[in-house]
């Protein structure tokens, strides 16, 4: 089943609509894109134009339009060896900088860029295509969303194989419920099966992936009480006892029992981890494990996990009102920093700064704001969001 991508995974056609001048820089203009902002060079752009809007955290491939990126890192072979022509995501990845003291979020490009035609002019994508304003052509173009953990998920024995044989059946009357409801949510395509083919398992679990604030503005309402977190920079992790096994896994995949990964560390030296899961089967225990980014251990070189999300058996979400005993047991979550109704400005207050884990010598990656009890949004769906830090972005590019 086709899914819409999450917005800060698109790349969309924009235009342009307001040039603002550059208080710093006469050769520098500030196009505004929504409620990010480009600073371009003076008269690249004109009001009316169409262009490409990359987002930070963007990986563009490595075609023309982008060679003026990824052509600077190009390996430069000794005599008698072969040049390596791949060059690393992260020497790909669209980010964001300051340009004489203004941001510049993400990159934009007109659409002339990407349509030559055979004689040398350009030709327009929009009209070859049937392309228009607002339509996402991340596809189409190549590009992307960056993986901090792309590499070190699919070393060699560690994924989970682990055909549905090996699995034990329910035991009681409500786990049989569960375990049918799960496979005829699979047969329908309602949730995205993290693991996939590739991990030989699934779980009909939905895949843990939070959008952008500024890509949906309105969400949250004066109205609302929400929690503010903080963003900790590690790597997605989750955890499940189900069926009689305990699972353990990354992102988009599950990890074998005797794999040495970060994942099954955090369940080795956290014990918390399993007795929790064991004292409530088919729950999903969703948080991020550290150190996995350098420069980034929260105090300690030791396998730390921290907890920010459950996923109930009747596949809804934990919220204030249902995760009071839920809690009991947990021994460490991603630091509270704000709990209240919500205010836009007291919250992106809490964005940039030091890290508020006990020990961390480092700034915070962002915050992530979700309301106390759930709600949903068409076009979104939960009603959580997050700001990362542009400093941290800037930073963590270099």
């Given at each position: 089943?086709t899914?819409t991508?999450?917005?800060?995974?698109?790349?969309?056609?924009?235009?342009v609509?307001?040039?603002?001048p550059?208080?710093?820089?006469?050769t520098?203009?500030?196009?505004?894109?929504?409620?990010?902002?480009?600073v371009?060079?003076?008269?690249?752009?004109?009001?009316?134009?169409?262009?490409?809007?990359?987002?930070?955290?963007?990986?563009?491939?490595?075609?023309?339009p982008?060679?003026?990126?990824?052509?600077?890192?190009?390996?430069?072979?000794?005599?008698?060896?072969?040049?390596?022509?791949?060059?690393?995501?992260?020497?790909?990845?669209i980010?964001v900088?300051?340009?004489?003291?203004?941001?510049?979020?993400?990159?934009?490009?007109?659409?002339?860029?990407?349509?030559i035609?055979?004689?040398?002019?350009?030709?327009?994508?929009?009209?070859?295509?049937?392309?228009?304003?607002?339509?996402?052509?991340?596809?189409?173009?190549?590009?992307?969303?960056?993986?901090?953990?792309?590499?070190?998920e699919?070393?060699?024995?560690?994924?989970?194989?682990?055909?549905?044989?090996?699995?034990k059946?329910p035991?009681s009357?409500?786990?049989?419920?569960?375990?049918?409801?799960?496979?005829?949510?699979?047969?329908?395509g309602?949730?995205?099966?993290?693991?996939?083919?590739?991990?030989?398992?699934?779980l009909?679990?939905?895949t843990?992936?939070?959008?952008?604030f500024?890509?949906?503005?309105?969400?949250?309402?004066?109205?609302?009480?929400?929690?503010?977190?903080?963003?900790?920079?590690g790597?997605?992790?989750r955890?499940?006892?189900?069926?009689?096994?305990?699972?353990?896994?990354?992102?988009?995949?599950?990890?074998?029992e005797?794999?040495?990964?970060?994942?099954?560390?955090?369940?080795?030296?956290?014990?918390?981890?399993?007795?929790?899961?064991?004292?409530?089967?088919?729950?999903?225990?969703?948080?991020?494990?550290?150190p996995?980014?350098?420069?980034?251990?929260?105090?300690?070189?030791?396998?730390?996990?921290?907890?920010?999300d459950?996923?109930?058996?009747?596949?809804?979400?934990?919220?204030?009102?249902?995760?009071?005993?839920?809690?009991i047991?947990?021994d460490?979550?991603?630091?509270?920093?704000?709990?209240?109704?919500?205010?836009?400005?007291?919250?992106?207050?809490?964005?940039?700064?030091?890290?508020?884990?006990e020990?961390?010598?480092?700034?915070r990656?962002?915050?992530?704001?979700?309301?106390?009890?759930?709600?949903?949004v068409?076009?979104?769906?939960?009603?959580?969001?997050?700001?990362v830090?542009n400093?941290?972005?800037?930073?963590?590019?270099?």
């Open positions: 089943m899914t991508k999450k917005a800060n995974h698109q790349a969309n056609i924009v235009r609509t307001e040039i603002k550059h208080t710093n820089a006469d520098l203009e500030i196009i505004p894109i929504g409620e990010y902002q480009v371009s060079k003076k008269g690249q752009f004109h009001v009316g134009d169409l262009a490409v809007y990359i987002q930070p955290d963007s990986v563009v491939p490595q075609t023309e982008f060679k003026f990126i990824w052509e600077q890192y190009m390996c430069v072979p000794e005599p008698g060896v072969d040049a390596e022509f791949v060059v690393p995501e992260k020497r790909r990845r980010t900088r300051k340009f004489r003291g203004e941001w510049s979020e993400g990159l934009l490009l007109p659409v002339k860029d990407f349509g035609s055979d004689k040398g002019a350009y030709c327009d994508y929009l009209e070859t295509y049937s392309w228009k304003e607002g339509d996402d052509v991340s596809d189409f173009l190549g590009i992307t969303h960056y993986d901090p953990d792309a590499g070190k699919t070393t060699v024995g560690e994924n989970m194989r682990a055909p549905k044989a090996r699995r059946y035991k009357l409500r786990g049989w419920v569960t375990y049918i409801w799960r496979h005829v949510k699979n047969l329908f309602q949730y995205d099966a993290i693991g996939g083919t590739d991990a030989g398992i699934s009909g679990i939905p843990y992936d939070v959008d952008a500024k890509n949906h503005k309105g969400v949250f309402q004066p109205d609302d009480v929400v929690f503010v977190t903080e963003k900790i920079h790597s997605n992790a955890y499940v006892y189900l069926d009689g096994i305990m699972y353990a896994g990354s992102r988009t995949l599950w990890k074998a005797n794999s040495n990964c970060i994942w099954r560390k955090a369940l080795k030296q956290n014990p918390w981890i399993e007795e929790w899961c064991k004292a409530h089967p088919n729950h999903v225990l969703w948080g991020e494990v550290t996995t980014q350098g420069g980034y251990n929260y105090g300690t070189d030791k396998v730390q996990f921290f907890m920010f459950v996923y109930l058996p009747d596949g809804k979400w934990a919220d204030a009102n249902s995760s009071g005993e839920l809690n047991g947990i460490k979550t991603v630091p509270i920093l704000y709990y209240g109704p919500y205010d836009e400005e007291k919250i992106k207050a809490l964005v940039d700064g030091p890290s508020t884990v020990g961390a010598n480092h700034i990656e962002g915050v992530v704001i979700k309301t106390a009890v759930e709600k949903h068409h076009g979104l769906g939960r009603a959580q969001l997050k700001i830090s400093r941290f972005l800037e930073k963590d590019n270099k």
